[in-house]
């Protein structure tokens, strides 16, 4: 399936009085520095660069929104989990993303990238609890699965959905093979709203 949507760089936000107005659909993407989320935003919008890699993950908290149209946005969230990252810094992220998670009534879904060979942490586990305390959809991307043998893939989703809420996707993704952009757009549609658009892009 080709991507249908094509969504442009918004604005950076450090704090809440600098997000866009809240009206509309938005969809966000959270996970570990180095999970492999700006990887998975450009592959799954097959827009290369749309996320910019860091080079210094964890320095800046920033977040940024991506425009569709007026009422549709796409949302890279900061990277956390990285070790050198100061205290202060930590807890910038905790007060940033708690907020975000508050006010966004806009927010209708979460994509969590998270390496496949390494399941989540703790912090993934708190984007996985505020986004159930504000009501958000969410759904686990398990990246870099070309790093594990067919079976193997299986079997560590399996073992990582044991953990988890039985109603909560784990889609097996890897931007190289391009192992489920398919349902990762999929879902990142319906949450859009875009569904009809889908089907006719099939
Ligand atoms: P972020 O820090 O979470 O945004 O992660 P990046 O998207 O920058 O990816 C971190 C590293 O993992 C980079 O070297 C990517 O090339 C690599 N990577 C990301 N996705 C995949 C994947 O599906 N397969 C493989 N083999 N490497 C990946």
Redesign the pocket.
């Known amino acids: 399936m080709a991507f249908p949507l094509h969504p442009d760089f918004l604005k950076s936000a450090q704090k809440p009085t600098q997000f866009p107005a809240d009206s509309g659909r938005e969809v966000a993407f959270s ?10 935003i450009n592959a799954i919008t097959a827009r290369r660069g749309l ?1 910019r ?2 080079k210094t ?1 964890g320095r800046t908290q920033l977040i940024n929104f991506f425009e569709i149209d007026e009422t549709l946005r796409l949302v890279d969230l900061p ?1 956390y989990g990285y070790a050198k990252v100061a205290a202060a810094v930590r807890q910038e992220w905790r007060v940033l993303l708690e907020a975000y998670f508050r006010e966004r009534t806009s927010l209708v879904g979460l994509f969590i ?1 998270v390496d496949v060979r390494r399941g989540l942490n703790d912090l993934d586990q708190v984007m996985l609890a505020w986004s159930r305390g504000a009501n958000v959809a969410a759904a686990i991307l398990l ?5 594990l043998s067919r079976s193997a893939r299986l079997q560590r989703r399996r073992v990582i959905a044991m953990t988890l809420p039985e109603d909560l996707p784990l889609i097996l ?5 391009r192992l489920g952009l398919d349902e990762a757009r999929d879902q990142l549609l319906v949450w859009l709203g875009k569904v009809g658009q889908r089907e006719r892009s099939q």
């Open positions: 996970g570990r520095s180095n999970s492999g989320k700006s990887s998975a996320a890699t860091s993950p990277g990238t990246t870099k699965a070309d790093k993704f890897s931007v190289p093979g």
